[in-house]
């Protein structure tokens, strides 16, 4: 069974920047996409980004487009979310997400809940203004 834990959210002021990670353990070795989504008090969870293998393709969504970065460590079995120039309104628990077998191949797919088979417990980001 595939584990995810994020580390690396907390308050921070606006402008700032945190960098959250996700470690992947259990039966990761078919991992081939993961990524972030969060969801603030009240709204709809909403698509963060996300990064397949082998080819390194990312995907963001609009909000946080040239402000937030995704990347890999292989070795680590982790994933990270750099977050920088933050917003009040990216105040949100974000959620580590994996796919492990081909489910998408297009951002519209990507950006869907729906199609991620695994998740993390989450962790808060406030950005105070």
């Known amino acids: 069974q595939v584990q995810l834990v994020e580390s690396g959210g907390g308050l921070v002021q606006a402008g700032g920047s945190l960098r959250l990670s996700c470690a992947a353990s259990?039966?990761?070795?078919?991992?081939?996409?993961m990524g972030w989504f969060r969801q603030a008090p009240g709204k709809e969870r909403e698509f963060v980004a996300a990064l397949r293998w082998p080819d390194s393709t990312t995907y963001y969504g609009d909000s946080v487009k040239g402000r937030f970065t995704i990347a890999r460590d292989n070795a680590k079995n982790t994933v990270y979310l750099q977050m920088s120039s933050l917003k009040p309104e990216d105040t949100a628990v974000y959620y580590c997400?994996?796919?492990?077998?081909?489910?998408?191949?297009?951002?519209?797919?990507?950006?869907?809940?729906?199609?991620?088979?695994?998740w993390g417990q989450g962790t808060q980001v406030t950005v105070s203004s």
């Open positions: 259990g039966r990761t070795f078919g991992n081939i996409a």
């Open positions: 997400a994996e796919q492990n077998a081909v489910y998408c191949s297009a951002y519209g797919c990507y950006s869907k809940g729906s199609q991620w088979p695994y």
